[in-house]
C-alpha cells in the first residue's frame, strides 16, 4: 500500500521557520522524483519545490527560490522542505508528491499557517 505521510506543518509568525517531512512506504521511493506542492482553497495546487531521483537536480518555484529547501534521504524514504523567512502567503496546506513515469502519488497534506 502506497502511502505518503507529511508532518512538521503548523502556525508560525512572518519570519519564522519549519520543516517539513514526507515518509513514504509501499513504492520504490529512490526512483520517483519528489516535490512538494500546496494549495489554498478556492485556489488550484501550485508548485513549490522538486528533487530528483538522486537528489541531484532541484527546481523551486520563483516565490519561494533562496527560503526553502527541499532535500532527500533515499536511504530513509524521507523527503523534507526547510522554509525560512516564512511569509503570510506561504499559508497553505502542503503535500508531498512522488512522480515516476508511469505513477503519481500524493500525501494528505500538512496545514503550513503563518501569522502574528
Known amino acids: 500500500q502506497v502511502q505518503l505521510v507529511e508532518s512538521g506543518g503548523g502556525l508560525v509568525q512572518p519570519g519564522g521557520s519549519l520543516r517539513l517531512s514526507c515518509a513514504a512506504s509501499g513504492f520504490p521511493f529512490s526512483r520517483y522524483a519528489m516535490s512538494w506542492y500546496r494549495q489554498v482553497p478556492g485556489r488550484e495546487s501550485d508548485f513549490v519545490a522538486r528533487?530528483?531521483?538522486?537528489?541531484?537536480?532541484?527546481n523551486y518555484a520563483d516565490s519561494v527560490k533562496g527560503r526553502f529547501t527541499i532535500s532527500r534521504d533515499n536511504a530513509q524514504n524521507t523527503v523534507s522542505l526547510q522554509m525560512n523567512s516564512l511569509k503570510p502567503e506561504d499559508t497553505a496546506v502542503y503535500y508531498c508528491?512522488?512522480?515516476?513515469?508511469?505513477?503519481?502519488?500524493w500525501g494528505q497534506g500538512t496545514q503550513v499557517t503563518v501569522s502574528s
Open positions: 508528491n512522488a512522480r515516476s513515469q508511469r505513477y503519481v502519488y
Open positions: 528533487v530528483s531521483t538522486s537528489a541531484g537536480l532541484t
